[in-house]
């Protein structure tokens, strides 16, 4: 069936702040325009391959993809996936059309180029295995800067929906690391890649579904879960007690750093790159103040704190990192831990996320991810000084622990950088607290209060 462009922009107007996905909430639409449509498939269900400009009210536009299917009437079972007319169907998405999940599996298996769309196989796994082209995706529920389809318990399909011009880190760092035998990342079975701004950009990328894991988010709650509902033991007695996976996940971090200053160019930060990190904290720093006003106590704690790091007379060595990175990033296997989703912050730019930095700042954000899975359960019961403290030494064991594993995997302890450590970690503490108090202000009292621990 045909698509009528002027129709689809007009719906996708109202259809995408309704998606979880879409980054921009809030900012006023004037106009979608539809710059680029391939047709994947002809027939009752048509397929084809959307990318959207979004024009604000203010600002730059943004690029998104949309997988449309066009149908003259959708199945019972596509009703919720309904994005409005446009031309003589009606639009849906059709990442939840199972006939779509399939055709993308058997696009990638086969290396096939469809107008602008170049779908390739990606590695191949040990015992080289061909892609299962009979499976059809399910739409996952958890992601929210992109859309993932799980193939049974075979493959996930990442599909990013805010498209930047390039190639994205996730595919670029997970090829490089599983080039080079690195057995802590999902290698890349394939990937779909198109033209945005006349560059060469990963529209999608196809990894191996794990098995048997769990996230270190769920593994590190039951562990405080477990603490807490301890009358009288220390977190090192609980059986719960997650020090020695905090040990393992340091080690297997800083293999990945080493791997990844193996992969990619390294450079030598000296006084006067020091010293513009420095100054863009105290930027983001100015900038939380002013927007929530319970940080302002801090700012010239905090100011003193990246002033010290603009002074710190030691080298940083300064490489590819992880980016975003925190227990909800990484997994436990029977094998070990595995780190996922190497894209880097969504909010950042693609040049920013691929620059080189510390290695430091993956180290730092982890850092507050423990204290994070110690103290969010504290937002229910705020007033019991008795679990605060719990969570307290719950918080600076795995701390500990994970710095072990670092340093001992890699022969450089985090600690002993003290100041620059610090610096990254009240960096991301206060972009914690205007996260928070933008989203979950009952969880406001977490980084106000790491912050408040680290400059006194």
């Not at 943004?62 to 009606?90: C, F, K, N, S």
């Not at 996730?170 to 290698?187: N, W």
């Amino acid at each position: 069936m045909t698509l009528d462009r002027t129709a689809l922009g007009s719906a996708l107007t109202r259809w995408l702040p309704e998606q979880r996905w879409f980054g921009a909430k809030g900012r006023d639409i004037r106009a979608v325009d539809i710059v680029d449509d391939t047709l994947m498939r002809e027939g009752e269900h048509s397929f084809h391959h959307v990318i959207a400009r979004v024009n604000y009210a203010d600002g730059e536009p943004d690029m998104y993809q949309v997988p449309i299917g066009v149908a003259a009437a959708l199945p019972e079972h596509l009703l919720h996936t309904e994005i409005g007319r446009a031309g003589d169907g009606t639009a849906y998405d059709a990442l939840h059309d199972a006939d779509f999940s399939r055709l993308l599996l058997e696009l990638i298996a086969h290396d096939r180029t469809i107008g602008s769309l170049t779908f390739q196989r990606g590695l191949p796994t040990e015992d080289d295995e061909p892609i299962d082209t009979s499976l059809h995706g399910r739409v996952l529920g958890a992601e929210q800067s992109n859309s993932s389809l799980l193939y049974a318990e075979s493959y996930v399909l990442k599909m990013f929906r805010r498209l930047l011009p390039g190639t994205n880190p996730d595919l670029e760092i997970t090829r490089a690391l599983a080039e080079r035998g690195s057995t802590a990342v999902p290698r890349p079975l394939g990937s779909v890649e198109g033209t945005v701004g006349g560059e060469p950009t990963t529209l999608a990328l196809l990894q191996p579904y794990i098995r048997l894991a769990v996230d270190g988010w769920a593994l590190a709650e039951t562990s405080v879960r477990d603490l807490f509902a301890e009358a009288d033991l220390h977190a090192d007695e609980v059986g719960g007690d997650f020090a020695g996976e905090a040990l393992r996940l340091g080690a297997t971090t800083a293999h990945v750093h080493v791997a990844l200053a193996e992969a990619f160019p390294t450079m030598t930060a000296g006084r006067a790159q020091v010293g513009t990190l420095a100054t863009a904290m105290t930027k983001r720093l100015e900038d939380a103040c002013a927007t929530v006003p319970e940080l302002r106590p801090f700012e010239e704690p905090l100011r003193a704190a990246y002033a010290e790091l603009a002074q710190v007379e030691d080298k940083i060595t300064m490489q590819r990192i992880h980016g975003d990175y925190h227990l909800g990033q990484v997994l436990r296997t029977e094998h070990g831990w595995i780190l996922l989703d190497f894209e880097g912050e969504p909010t950042k730019s693609l040049v920013e996320r691929r620059a080189p930095d510390s290695p430091l700042r993956d180290v730092a954000a982890m850092l507050r991810s423990f204290d994070y899975a110690a103290r969010h359960l504290l937002t229910a019961s705020p007033s019991e000084p008795q679990l605060a403290y719990r969570a307290s030494e719950w918080a600076e064991r795995n701390r500990e622990a994970f710095c072990d594993g670092y340093a001992e995997a890699s022969g450089s302890d985090p600690r002993k950088a003290a100041v620059v450590l610090r610096a990254y970690e009240l960096d991301k503490a206060v972009y914690e607290v205007v996260y928070e108090a933008g989203h979950r202000p009952s969880w406001l009292s977490i980084p106000l209060g790491a912050v408040e621990r680290l400059v006194t």
